[in-house]
């Protein structure tokens, strides 16, 4: 019986990050009180909006075997083209600005798909080039100005209210939590998630069983990009700021987030549920280490020996479970 | 042989889209933050022409920033009006490493003096004494690099003053004791560490020995690592009291992120009155009392008449050398504490809820 | 990464290949001196003196395409040679600085180095499951962290006495010494590849990895020494950086990574696996030079160079695959 339980903890990815999420909750707690209170975990979670929710759309270009490292450059992009709106005071209303975002980044992941699924560039390679280009165009709309504070009027606010959230959530967590939902859903329950699951676990059977592969390589990558360009425009507003160098870098975060969260990089394997947990695994790393006492300045070699940890840690864990189906085979 | 012409083709055709490129981006961005070579446009009486037929270019720290974009300004102005041509380059990402080859290039390109924003103090030595030896006139503003690298450097307010005018803006606004932090930007960035060690060697006197530096954090001059590094400040030091951010998009990132907090700790700094205008207040809802900077449009414009007067001969960067800044007055070079040479601009100038009004619509 | 499943084995496939590489090398010879005629064109400064002051710095990036060219052959990447640049600079930087004499400084960046490369070279073959992406996305991670741990808070080393890398940075003639030793490190790793056993393994590894280890082939121990190769020459490579900066910091070498594949990939190499010649990659490298040297003259927008750039690149990699999909219809 105990073995089965155990079994059946360590066999699902998802249980045993959830088991070492809340492992690692307890043990900052222990070091710093004011780490689980309601506030802290919620300004977390503000603060790691962008990164939670653009590894929904990573983890359903890993899902088709594909990666996408231009999605800080969309998100780029997009911001921009929201602060440059408001700065020369051309769209005030919110939420026509977030339309205009997502469209941005629709477009952006769109031309990406289109290359890729067609084009047949490989996904790194198209996805770098994409990279430097929509980065530059980013500058180039700005023409090397930024909107700050004060240009941006009413529509940082948006980060601070909590109209969406019935006056009790804040707006941002808000969406991060339609987002996953309606993603969780889709994943699970509908016929394209099935679709993108069957793309990226063996890219030959999905065709020949009439799975148009093109077109669900484009939609992943649109997503993707929709995505992106949601976070731009949610980046603006949390941090009362456009400027052409958003998020610079931030793009290996995101992956490093599926990965941990048991995506496999060849395709066909992760969850929503995975891709949650590691990025949540991720922020808290991230604000914990501080706390505990970790001078800032080793905050990144300890990122990097985690993710190495992880990573290896899941090989490990998959060797054990084979050998321990062998075992059971050799009645 | 079908293919080699497709291919043959193509490249015509990229190679024209280039071109074309080169020339529609030449002419369409005219915002002065573009870095191009605009041609010289003398203004009757605006300036004596002492520039006519050189080229002087101005190297910033990164592209896009609003304080290096109004320095940039500044200094354009000066050189079109004295008869000259300008070059703005902005690196490629704000390191000194981006900045050597931009050095280089204008190495080659044969300007006549060049004025530099440093991303390090050391690290362009090498790429600036070959400047130095192909006859280009080499100074730095903003941000200096070593004495062997420069002629001489225009420093915006002495490192000493503004050192002086932020400590007693922390020791006044925390009341004389208590915990403080900083909230600079890149940890390599030449004035951020010039000014953070004045600080130090100010607080090392009695008057101050109640207040306690916890930490200096390093935003990257990226609002979003600023943001960070503000909220982990707050919750790691709960008896904070002031943070003082020597950098403008550093207190930009902290004053929002207290005053949307409504937290107890209060900000001042370094900040551009455009960006601040809504944070600087005396009440509580408001984040920062008053900050201080001086007006970067003048830092480039000085940066501009010394890169004039290397050229033309009146100066040679020496202590002691004497040159007219057009309207802005004479200024005199004097000895840097690094053993070269500076000319200093003015002192900080304080921005307050009585001033703060009629200073934001000017930068 | 996506299944190779548009591999086809006939002979006659094998010819096209053969023939398009050849013609794919022919263009970018072509294209280098269109591109130069180019900046000579539309930059008066573009003269033999004033290329040869500027391209050192860019020529340290061509000593990580030589390896990265073998990784990529090998259908694997290597993401943390830019960090490995950084650590190997800063070490040898603050060993300078302790008074160790200039020729053991050097010894000790390259070792640094080799010994990054051997860390991931160890790290992907006890766990052949891991892609070499994320491991090497860890290790970036990492060897950037250590690097920054060493440097301290000021985040940067200068050197003190700079004779010996002044030295480095001598000319013979007008042609600085790294011309001489990119050629030389090019002729040696051009010649293994083409014409040695181990090269035409690389391949092998390359189009089919499990092929090549049930025919013989050391897989495992000829990946571990390319990655500690690519490590050496980081540590080379970083050597030459010193030597025109004078020191290191926390952002020495961001990007090299990036610009190697994109410099192998536009000269034909197929990230793939198992495809590509080095000396595609050498001309285009030195397209991409003169390019960026040409351009930056002309003062044009930086961020324009890199959407040209990032055009380039997918353009480079498209239309040859449409190409030939559209001879495929017509066979």
Known sequence: MEKKLLKKITGSR?????LVLVILCMVIQIFSPSFLTAKSILDMLKNNAVIMIMALGMLCVLLVGGIDISITSTLALSGMTVG??????????????FLIAILVGAICGAIIGFVVARGKVLPIIATMGFMYIYRGLAYLIARSQWASAENLGGFKNFALEKELGLGILNNVIVIVLVCYIIFFAVMKWTRIGRKIYAV???????????????????????????LAGLCGALAVAVYSSAQP???YGKEMDVIAACVIGGVSMSGGRGTVAGALLGSLILAVIAKALPLVGIDSIVQNTVKGCIILAVIIFNVVAQRMMQKENLKGREM | MRKQL?????????????????????????SPASPQKTEAVSKDG???????????????????????????????????????????????????????SVIQSLISQGVDALCIAGNDENALQAALEEAMAAGIKVSCLDSKVNKDSRQTFVNQAGTTEIGQALMDAVYDISGGEGDWAILSATSQATNQNAWIEAMKEVMKESKYSKLNLVEVAYGDDEPQKSTDQTQALLSKYPDLKVICAPTTVGINAAAKVLQDEKSKVKLTGLGLPSEMAEYIGNDDAHSCPYMYLWNPIDVGSLGAYTSIALVDGSITGK?????????????????????????????????DS???????SVY | MAGKSGRTISAQAEQSWKKSLLSWEGMLVFLFFAVNLLCMIISPSYKLTNVLREMPKYLTEVFLLLPMAYILILGEIDLSVGATVCLSATTACLAGNAGIPFPVVILIGILVGTACGLFNGIAVTLFTELPSMIVTLATMIIFRGIAEIALGSGGSVSLKHNEGFRALAGKIGPIPYIFFAVLFAAIIFIFILSRTSFGRRLYAIGSNRTTSFYSGIHVQKIRLVVYSVTGMMAGISAMFLVSVLYGANTTTGTGFELDAIAMAVFGGISTAGGKGKLTGAMISAFIIICLRIGLGQINMNPQVILVILGTLLILAVMIPELLKNRKRKQA
């Open chain 2, 354 to 360: 009585s001033n703060i009004d009629e200073w934001k």
């Open chain 2, 319 to 351: 202590t002691g050398d004497k040159f007219a800044a057009g309207e802005m007055g004479d200024y005199e070079v004097i000895g840097a504490s690094d053993g070269g040479t500076e000319i200093i601009l003015g002192p900080p100038f304080k921005f």
């Open chain 1, 84 to 97: 440059m709106l408001l700065k020369y005071n051309i769209i005030h209303n919110t939420l026509l600005l």
């Open chain 1, 200 to 226: 990226g676990s063996n890219p030959e059977a999905a065709a020949v069983s009439g799975i148009n592969t093109r077109r669900i390589k484009l939609l992943v990558y649109t997503l993707m990009g929709m």
């Open chain 2, 46 to 100: 605006a300036g004596t022409g002492g520039a006519a037929g050189k080229t002087f270019a101005i190297v910033t720290k990164a592209a896009g920033n609003p304080y290096n974009e109004k320095m940039a300004q500044g200094f354009q102005k000066v050189i079109e009006a004295e008869g000259g041509t300008c070059i703005i380059k902005h690196p490629e990402s704000a390191t000194a490493d981006a900045q050597v």
């Open chain 1, 245 to 247: 160098n958003m998020l």
């Open chain 1, 14 to 18: 998802e249980a045993s990050l959830f």
């Open chain 2, 6 to 30: 497709v291919y043959a083709f193509l490249c015509t055709a990229a190679i024209s889209g280039i071109l074309a490129g080169c020339s529609s981006k030449s002419s369409t961005t005219e």
